[in-house]
């Protein structure tokens, strides 16, 4: 189960150190945003470093540079023979650039004997993204998940600003809740968005709440101070649970029924299947 992405400055080997010791189910190593444009070969490098450690467990995922840059292929040759768990693409236009990265990864998946990486899209960085995400079912099985991002589109929208007082304004709701949806129907994970309050620990976990509520399955974040509140959010309650496990029980006392009732509440099958979703995303023990 990964609930928390924390992003990982790719030239950064004393953060890249803490957050290996740290509580994020998942770390994304970058080489795009948080890397300056003299620094990206050696960034390169210390990425490629940081894949040969002992993970610990952890799931390391890597944002490349995005495809319109050039710099995508120089930025998969350098690490993927070190086995990425996953290749985050940025500025995600569509199913045309999920292909292309797909078409690249198989190329490496062959030349080093690798299992299919998964692609984590981030899908809602451009205007023209906007358009495009209910389509991707069924592109290609490396897609795990699609994330939705504020600020880059706010740069492509020509915004002043995506927020106030911690409220998305509505392009920004648009943006989240139809990577929602996009995600629902293609029967990916749903990742949401960093939290760019630092301090405010108790906002980011209502935030994670909400986006649980909702229907995401995971969270990024850019501060390890965020993992916790997080991995708090997005951990099902002895309430939650308890539930869960009636619904299944129930079906399986009466495994020819369509519907049950439970506590005076009609239980079909679209809330087993939701109760195995919950059971499934406990913390192992």
């Known amino acids: 189960m990964m609930r928390s992405f924390l992003f990982v400055p790719g030239d950064s080997t004393r953060k890249f150190a803490k957050a290996l010791g740290g509580e994020a189910d998942a770390l994304i190593l970058d080489l795009e945003d948080s890397v300056a444009a003299p620094a990206k070969d050696q960034a390169r490098v210390c990425v490629a470093e940081m894949l040969g450690a002992d993970r610990g467990g952890k799931a390391l995922f890597v944002r490349v540079n995005a495809l319109d840059t050039g710099l995508t292929l120089t930025d998969l040759a350098a690490v993927m023979p070190h086995a990425p768990d996953g290749i985050v693409l940025p500025k995600c236009e569509g199913p045309?650039?999920?292909?292309?990265?797909?078409?690249?990864?198989?190329?490496?998946?062959?030349?080093?004997?690798?299992?299919?990486?998964?692609?984590?899209?981030?899908?809602?960085?451009?205007?023209?993204?906007?358009?495009?995400?209910?389509?991707?079912?069924?592109?290609?099985?490396?897609?795990?998940?699609?994330?939705?991002?504020?600020?880059?589109?706010?740069?492509?929208?020509?915004?002043?600003?995506?927020?106030?007082?911690?409220?998305?304004?509505?392009?920004?709701?648009?943006?989240?809740?139809?990577?929602?949806?996009?995600?629902?129907?293609?029967?990916?994970?749903?990742?949401?968005?960093?939290?760019?309050?630092?301090?405010?620990?108790?906002?980011?976990?209502?935030?994670?709440?909400?986006?649980?509520?909702d229907g995401f399955g995971a969270k990024a974040v850019i501060h390890p101070n965020h993992v916790a509140p997080v991995n708090r959010a997005f951990q099902p309650t002895e309430q939650e649970l308890d539930w869960a496990q009636?619904?299944?029980?129930?079906?399986?006392?009466?495994?020819?029924?369509?519907?049950?009732?439970?506590?005076?509440?009609?239980?079909?099958?679209?809330?087993?299947?939701?109760?195995?979703?919950?059971?499934?995303?406990?913390?192992?023990?």
């Open 96 to 213: 045309d650039d999920l292909r292309q990265l797909a078409h690249y990864l198989a190329a490496f998946e062959a030349a080093h004997d690798l299992r299919q990486t998964r692609i984590l899209a981030i899908v809602t960085e451009t205007a023209g993204s906007l358009f495009s995400l209910g389509q991707y079912r069924e592109v290609d099985p490396r897609l795990w998940g699609m994330m939705w991002g504020a600020e880059d589109l706010a740069a492509s929208l020509g915004a002043r600003q995506n927020a106030e007082n911690g409220v998305y304004h509505e392009p920004f709701r648009l943006a989240r809740n139809l990577c929602l949806a996009g995600a629902a129907a293609a029967g990916v994970v749903a990742v949401d968005t960093i939290c760019a309050t630092l301090n405010d620990l108790d906002a980011l976990e209502t935030e994670a709440r909400i986006a649980r509520r």
């Open 246 to 285: 009636k619904v299944l029980d129930a079906f399986a006392a009466n495994p020819n029924a369509g519907v049950v009732n439970i506590d005076g509440q009609m239980i079909d099958k679209p809330h087993e299947r939701a109760a195995r979703k919950i059971l499934a995303a406990r913390a192992p023990t």
